[in-house]
């Protein structure tokens, strides 16, 4: 669930990291990578999470603008979800944080 008090804040590193910054969405918006998945195919590629979490994080990151969801009338229902143009602006600095973390993997850094 999200927490209002970092998306009202007057810092806009707070507010951004209140949209994204928690525990799956990186992940999802990361496995959305330029790619459209249907609901299924993303809680196949994100085993540890529920699938009550996973609505529930899509749906924020459907309000937020980061992700789009398209639903098509058919039987069986088909739902897939999508990077938006913001969404993708955030791939590159998450490749950034991810070079980051190889360079210092192994090392300690002082509390």
Known sequence: MRDERFCKSECSLTRAVGKI?????PIIINIL???TLRFGQLDA???MITR???TEQLKELEEDGIVTRQS?????????YSLT????????????MMEWNS?????????
Do not use: C
């Open 21 to 25: 910054g928690n525990k799956w969405k």
């Open 33 to 35: 990578n330029e790619r």
């Open 45 to 47: 590629f994100i085993p």
């Open 52 to 54: 009550k979490v996973l």
């Open 72 to 80: 098509f009338s058919e039987l069986p229902p088909r739902v897939e």
């Open 85 to 96: 143009k913001q969404g993708l602006q955030l791939l590159p600095i998450f490749r950034s």
């Open 103 to 111: 360079a210092h993997e192994g090392t300690i850094m002082p509390m």
